[in-house]
């Protein structure tokens, strides 16, 4: 089991950036997959942002690409999500996850019962 933190969350007006960390308890490279979510009030948790830790290949949720960029930072053991021309629309708590397999069907990755461990979240809200 892996320990996770999220940090960098805030409040940003249209257009601003953030950059949201995730800090894991251990080696990234023993999780094959890692994930940003978010969930805003009333709505399912969505899948943000994937990276395959091992060969470093990124995916993105169609509202998302072109402005978030997910990276990884081994020595560090954190994951990045860097968030640039923010909408009102991408407020919402957003969650780091990790999974411990790798996917038989990556075109699963925004699937959250696919992730066994979560952090406890960090929010991030933007003003018109």
């Known amino acids: 089991q892996v320990q996770l933190v999220e940090s960098g969350g805030g409040s940003v007006q249209a257009g601003g950036s953030l950059r949201l960390s995730c800090s894991a308890s251990g080696d990234t490279y023993r999780w094959p997959f890692m994930a940003w979510f978010r969930q805003a009030p009333g709505k399912e948790r969505e899948g943000v942002a994937a990276i395959s830790t091992g060969r470093s290949r990124t995916y993105y949720c169609d509202s998302v690409k072109g402005r978030f960029t997910i990276s990884q930072d081994n020595a560090k053991n954190t994951v990045y999500l860097h968030m640039n021309s923010l909408k009102p629309e991408d407020t919402a708590m957003y969650y780091c996850?990790?999974?411990?397999?790798?996917?038989?069907?990556?075109?699963?990755?925004?699937?959250?019962?696919?992730?066994?461990?979560w952090g406890q979240g960090t929010q991030v809200t933007v003003s018109s």
């Open positions: 996850a990790a999974r411990n397999l790798p996917w038989l069907s990556v075109s699963n990755w925004q699937k959250a019962d696919g992730y066994r461990d």
